[in-house]
């Protein structure tokens, strides 16, 4: 190892002078004039951006219905009450997801179990949901971990086994495709968020995809308080003033000047995705090089629309642990990431009782990972800082 390098890292100037995020939102004058004129139409809320935009989002994954919601978190949230999931229920999810997934359960009630994920997918491990399905099973929530989808072949076929509803967790996938088939169109439902550092962004945001009448009723109705108008459904009338309030629900609608971004945004969306995949292929190119370093796995008929880039490091390769590395990415001034902290290690999950070991695949998983920066709005030039701070860095530690 050459000392340059060495100064390079401990005090020599890094990669790059500016820090480079590992996720941010492309916003254009396009976006800016679509807000500006819902802000100056009649409707901030509850208006005909909102349907539009629905509108858009069903064709776009071909899905009968959308409903939109203030965030990805409240989607799950409705989405996991009108499943039916509540207390004296489990649903089957992956530790390797951010809490919202699992949250949604325990916020009806219900009992998250645990699956184990597939080593070379990450994603959740069909085997291991067959494994904890017992009589309280209700459902189960995969989740398409950085953009590639589930093994739906088999997870549909083991809830059409037991009677289970799948919601899907595709806050990573949106524009993914499964065996040619759109995300948002496979599963009994299924949801998106729109944050920044996702495909689209609403600033925050989120929505529900299905197909079923019953479930899209439920949503809407679940999002406003629980109330209905819908004459068929109410129990009594006293006139055209009369609402009822059925069940405990909540505020959690989107506002038209969202949806109004969310209308813009889509339209790019494409070409979003291209230029993800674009950077995925440089950032492959190049590290297939390093034998200290794992590339992430894409299978036939996955169409990942690369939400995150996760490297797998090579620990027996390496002289240092992941935490070394990462700290050195950080002086380089690349903005990385861990994704994620397996849930159940989490101190609330952990004050609920469970334990460490339960998921041995997502557990040693979590201590090699390392999140690389990938989003539209990067340059060509951003992607070559990166490998080239990651070349340094990898080499300088290589056994
Ligand atoms: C972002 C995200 C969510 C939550 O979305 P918000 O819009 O931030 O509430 C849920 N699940 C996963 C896997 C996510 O990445």
Request: hydrophobic fraction near 35%.
């Given at each position: 190892?050459?000392?340059?390098?060495k100064?390079?890292?401990?005090?020599?100037?890094?990669?790059?002078?500016t820090?480079l995020?590992?996720?941010?939102?492309?916003?254009?004058?396009?976006?800016?004039?679509?807000?500006?004129?819902t802000?100056?139409?009649?409707?901030?809320?509850t208006?005909?951006?909102?349907?539009?935009?629905?509108?858009?989002?069903?064709?776009?994954?071909g899905?009968?219905?959308?409903?939109?919601?203030?965030?990805g978190?409240?989607?799950?949230?409705?989405?996991s009450?009108?499943?039916?999931?509540e207390?004296?229920?489990?649903v089957?999810?992956?530790?390797?997801?951010?809490a919202?997934?699992?949250?949604?359960?325990?916020?009806?009630?219900?009992?998250?179990?645990?699956?184990?994920?597939?080593?070379?997918?990450?994603?959740?491990?069909?085997?291991s949901?067959?494994?904890?399905?017992?009589?309280?099973?209700?459902?189960?929530i995969?989740?398409?971990?950085?953009?590639?989808?589930?093994?739906?072949?088999?997870?549909?076929?083991?809830?059409?086994e037991?009677?289970l509803?799948?919601i899907?967790?595709a806050?990573?996938?949106?524009?993914?495709?499964?065996?040619?088939?759109?995300?948002?169109?496979?599963?009994?439902?299924?949801?998106?968020?729109?944050?920044?550092?996702?495909h689209?962004?609403?600033?925050?945001?989120?929505?529900?995809?299905?197909?079923?009448q019953?479930f899209?009723?439920?949503?809407?109705?679940?999002r406003?308080?629980?109330?209905?108008?819908?004459?068929?459904?109410?129990?009594?009338?006293?006139g055209?003033?009369?609402?009822?309030?059925?069940?405990l629900?909540?505020?959690?609608?989107?506002?038209?000047?969202?949806?109004?971004l969310?209308?813009?945004?889509?339209?790019?969306?494409d070409?979003?995705?291209?230029?993800?995949?674009?950077?995925?292929?440089?950032?492959?190119?190049?590290?297939?090089?390093l034998?200290?370093?794992?590339?992430?796995?894409?299978?036939?008929?996955?169409?990942?629309?690369?939400?995150?880039?996760?490297?797998?490091?090579?620990?027996?390769?390496l002289?240092?642990d992941?935490?070394?590395?990462?700290?050195?990415?950080?002086?380089?001034?690349?903005?990385?990431?861990?994704?994620?902290?397996?849930?159940h290690?989490?101190?609330?999950?952990?004050g609920?009782?469970y334990?460490?070991?339960?998921?041995?695949?997502a557990?040693?998983?979590y201590?090699?990972?390392?999140?690389?920066?990938?989003?539209?709005?990067?340059?060509e030039?951003?992607?070559?800082?990166?490998?080239?701070?990651?070349?340094?860095?990898i080499?300088?530690?290589?056994?």
């Amino acid at each position: 190892m050459s000392d340059s390098i060495k100064l390079a890292i401990h005090g020599g100037d890094p990669v790059r002078k500016t820090y480079l995020p590992y996720g941010k939102q492309w916003i254009d004058d396009e976006d800016i004039h679509s807000v500006i004129q819902t802000l100056q139409s009649d409707y901030l809320t509850t208006g005909p951006t909102i349907d539009q935009f629905e509108k858009r989002l069903a064709d776009y994954v071909g899905a009968k219905y959308a409903v939109s919601f203030a965030n990805g978190t409240a989607a799950l949230h409705a989405a996991s009450f009108v499943a039916g999931i509540e207390k004296g229920y489990e649903v089957i999810t992956t530790p390797m997801t951010f809490a919202a997934s699992a949250n949604s359960i325990l916020y009806n009630g219900g009992k998250p179990v645990f699956a184990d994920i597939d080593p070379k997918t990450y994603n959740i491990s069909p085997e291991s949901v067959q494994s904890l399905i017992n009589e309280k099973t209700k459902a189960i929530i995969p989740v398409d971990f950085t953009g590639q989808p589930c093994d739906y072949d088999q997870i549909i076929r083991c809830a059409e086994e037991y009677g289970l509803t799948i919601i899907e967790d595709a806050a990573h996938a949106f524009g993914a495709k499964y065996q040619e088939k759109r995300v948002g169109s496979i599963s009994d439902m299924t949801i998106f968020s729109f944050h920044p550092v996702k495909h689209m962004t609403t600033g925050e945001g989120g929505v529900v995809t299905t197909n079923e009448q019953e479930f899209y009723k439920q949503l809407i109705q679940f999002r406003t308080h629980g109330i209905t108008r819908e004459s068929s459904k109410l129990l009594e009338n006293h006139g055209p003033w009369y609402y009822e309030m059925q069940f405990l629900g909540y505020n959690y609608r989107m506002t038209d000047i969202q949806a109004a971004l969310g209308l813009s945004q889509i339209n790019k969306i494409d070409y979003f995705i291209e230029r993800r995949k674009k950077y995925v292929n440089m950032y492959n190119e190049a590290f297939q090089l390093l034998r200290e370093v794992e590339t992430p796995s894409q299978l036939p008929g996955y169409d990942s629309s690369w939400h995150l880039y996760v490297i797998r490091l090579n620990l027996n390769q390496l002289t240092v642990d992941r935490k070394v590395i990462f700290e050195a990415l950080q002086k380089e001034n690349i903005g990385v990431n861990v994704h994620y902290i397996p849930v159940h290690y989490q101190p609330f999950y952990r004050g609920l009782g469970y334990e460490k070991g339960i998921c041995p695949n997502a557990e040693q998983l979590y201590e090699k990972i390392i999140t690389l920066p990938l989003f539209p709005a990067m340059s060509e030039q951003d992607v070559l800082d990166v490998i080239k701070a990651v070349q340094k860095v990898i080499k300088y530690y290589a056994k």
